[in-house]
Nanobody
Framework: QVQLVESGGGLVQAGGSLRLSCAAS????????MGWFRQAPGKEREFVAA????????YYADSVKGRFTISRDNAKNTMLLQMNNLKPEDTAVYHC??????????????????WGQGTQVTVSS
């Protein structure tokens, strides 16, 4: 069974930074694209960032571009999301996800078949 576990969430003031981590197990990590999604209360899950198998390609939602950076370390089976200049609208539960083999559009939630349980990020104003 593939398992994804997020960590690093917490409470931070607007303008601050957090770094989220995702630890993966149960498969060959380097064979799969990975992504971060977030879901705020009463809202649908939305795409945040994604990274290709090797880490050579990255993709970001317009709302976080220039503030967030996604990366991965295939040797350690981990994925990171560095979040800078956080805003109150970034408040949400952040989930990491592993993409299906052969997935082409990593911005789409349907491209992922395994999900972590999420970590809470709260940004105060």
């Amino acid at each position: 069974q593939v398992q994804l576990v997020e960590s690093g969430g917490g409470l931070v003031q607007a303008g601050g930074s957090l770094r989220l981590s995702c630890a993966a197990s149960g498969r060959t990590f380097s064979s799969y694209g990975m992504g971060w999604f977030r879901q705020a209360p009463g809202k649908e899950r939305e795409f945040v960032a994604a990274i290709t198998r090797s880490g050579a390609g990255t993709y970001y939602a317009d709302s976080v571009k220039g503030r967030f950076t996604i990366s991965r370390d295939n040797a350690k089976n981990t994925m990171l999301l560095q979040m800078n200049n956080l805003k109150p609208e970034d408040t949400a539960v952040y989930h990491c996800a592993s993409a299906r083999l052969g997935a082409l559009v990593l911005r789409n939630v349907g491209s992922y078949d395994y999900w972590g349980q999420g970590t809470q990020v709260t940004v105060s104003s």
